[in-house]
């Protein structure tokens, strides 16, 4: 297989620049520059109809949403903690997902999946990205070895979009190193015959 990896990224809040967002950022520029094609699905994008599976006609957005996530190799998640969970706009968006039942590769399929969840607090933080990492399981993808869970109480980010906790910061650009080491051992790796393949 030849060409980049495209890893997808999708959540964060409404609010552009939200913390989420700026978590998301971290962890895609991190993907670049181990050399994959990335894409940021968040903000404005994720202001899409409620998800109802009995309705065909989807809206431009979450016909680009489903076509990125059909498309990636890699999949970074990133949701504020609303009441100790994913916020209702990203599980919205994971619930297209849905869209993807027919697909080769079903759901998350064959996709290394990174999951960042912030909070102020630890308590909403770690829940949220528990709750996160269960989705991913029953989407069929793959959690990164390692979630990033940033408590706002203890660290932010700087003008720069890096954050400002070192340690936090590494782990960010560690789950997306994660992602595209998976994506690219997937896409190497021999299988057997009837297995999905994407490039």
């Known amino acids: 297989m030849s060409g980049p990896l495209k890893v997808v990224a999708v959540g964060g809040s409404p ?9 998301l950022r971290v962890t895609l520029r991190e993907a670049e520059r ?14 899409i109809p409620l998800y109802d599976p009995r309705t065909e006609n989807r809206s431009p957005a979450a016909r680009r949403l489903v076509t990125a996530l059909a498309e990636a190799d890699g999949i970074v998640l990133a949701s504020p903690a609303y009441h ?3 916020s209702g706009l990203v599980k919205n968006a994971l619930d297209y997902a849905e869209e993807l039942r027919d697909d080769t590769r079903p759901y998350f399929t064959g996709r290394a999946v990174g999951c960042l969840a912030v909070a102020q607090g630890w308590h909403g933080a770690v829940s949220t990205l528990g709750a996160l ?8 993808g793959w959690p990164t070895p390692l979630g990033v869970a940033v408590n706002t109480e203890t660290t932010g980010f700087g003008p720069d979009g ?11 650009r560690t789950v997306g190193e994660q992602v595209v080491t998976f994506a690219r051992m997937w896409r190497d790796a021999p299988r057997p015959v009837g297995l999905p393949v994407h490039s």
């Open 34 to 47: 181990q050399g994959a094609e990335i894409r940021l699905i968040g903000g404005a994008d994720l202001l």
């Open 162 to 172: 890096e954050c400002l906790d070192p340690r936090v910061q590494e782990q960010l």
């Open 133 to 140: 990492r269960s989705v991913v399981h029953a989407l069929r």
């Open 15 to 23: 609010r552009a620049g939200s913390t989420a967002e700026l978590a």
């Open 84 to 86: 100790g969970s994913v």
